[in-house]
C-alpha cells in the first residue's frame, strides 16, 4: 500500500520558472492538503481540499495554485519560483471533513525544492 | 507568529531519562495532534486529543491535553535512542480541515 505518493522527490529551479508539485492517494480519502516546512517553521497550511470539486487557501498561499485533479490526485503549481519558495513541500491526506472529529493526516515523503 | 508555540526547540538527553514537550496557545483547540517526523520522511501521527482534560498513553509516551483546550504537553518515560526525531503538535480550529503546526521540538537520545 503506497499511501501517499509525491513526485518529484527533489527539484532544483531558477527564478522565474514555473513547475507542478504532483500528489496521489490510494486511501480513498476525500480531503488533501499541501504544506511547506522551513526550519523552526514547523509545517504551514497552503491549500487544502475538503472534497473533490473544493479548493481553499491555507495560512500562506500567496504564490502558489492547486487542482484537485480528482478523487486521488491533488498538484501544487508555483506559477514565478522565488528563492523565498525554496524549502520542503509535503503532501498529506485525511478521510472526511465535517465529521466533528479531526481525522489523522496521512503524509507523503515531501518533494525538496531549491530555488536559485 | 505562530499559533501555536512548542517548547524546547530542542532536547539532547540520556537514554533513561525523562522528558516533556510543550505545546502552548492562546486559542482553543477543537483537538490537537502529535506527531513524530525523522529525517527524510513526512510526519507520522502519534496521538489525537480531543476531550479538555484528556490523558492518553502510547506505550512510554504520555499525552495531555488542557483542560481548556489551549494547550498540550507530551511526557516520555525512559526514553530510547529510537525515540529520537522531530515532535510536532497540530491543533485544528472551528474549521475542521486546517491544522496549525507548531515549529516542533527535535530530541536527540543518546545511548
Known amino acids: 500500500n503506497a499511501g501517499v505518493t509525491q513526485t518529484p522527490k527533489f527539484q532544483v529551479l531558477k527564478t522565474g520558472q514555473s513547475m507542478t508539485l504532483q500528489c496521489a492517494q490510494d486511501?480513498?480519502?476525500?480531503?488533501m492538503y499541501w504544506y511547506r516546512q522551513d526550519p523552526g517553521m514547523g509545517l504551514r497550511l497552503i491549500y487544502y481540499?475538503?472534497?473533490?470539486?473544493?479548493?481553499d487557501k491555507g495560512e500562506v498561499p500567496n504564490g502558489y495554485n492547486v487542482s484537485r485533479l480528482n478523487k486521488r490526485e491533488f498538484s501544487l503549481r508555483l506559477e514565478s519560483a522565488a528563492p523565498s519558495q525554496t524549502s520542503v513541500y509535503f503532501c498529506?491526506?485525511?478521510?472526511?471533513?465535517?465529521?466533528?472529529?479531526?481525522?489523522?493526516?496521512?503524509f507523503g515523503d515531501g518533494t525538496r525544492l531549491s530555488i536559485l | 507568529t505562530q499559533l501555536l508555540e512548542q517548547s524546547p526547540q530542542f532536547l539532547s538527553i540520556q537514554e533513561g531519562e525523562n522528558l516533556t514537550v510543550y505545546c502552548n496557545s492562546s486559542s482553543v483547540f477543537s483537538s490537537l495532534q502529535w506527531y513524530r517526523q525523522e529525517p527524510g520522511e513526512g510526519p507520522v501521527l502519534l496521538v489525537t486529543?480531543?476531550?479538555?482534560?484528556e490523558v492518553k498513553k502510547l506505550k512510554r509516551l504520555t499525552f495531555q491535553f488542557g483542560d481548556a483546550r489551549k494547550d498540550s504537553s507530551l511526557h516520555i518515560t525512559a526514553a530510547q535512542p529510537g525515540d529520537t526525531g522531530l515532535y510536532l503538535c497540530?491543533?485544528?480550529?472551528?474549521?475542521?480541515?486546517?491544522?496549525?503546526f507548531g515549529s516542533g521540538t527535535k530530541l536527540n537520545v543518546k545511548p
Open positions: 498529506a491526506s485525511s478521510e472526511r471533513y465535517g465529521t466533528g472529529v479531526n481525522q489523522p493526516q496521512h
Open positions: 486511501m480513498n480519502h476525500n480531503s
Open positions: 497540530a491543533g485544528a480550529l472551528d474549521d475542521f480541515n486546517k491544522f496549525y
Open positions: 486529543v480531543v476531550t479538555g482534560g
Open positions: 481540499s475538503a472534497s473533490e470539486g473544493t479548493t
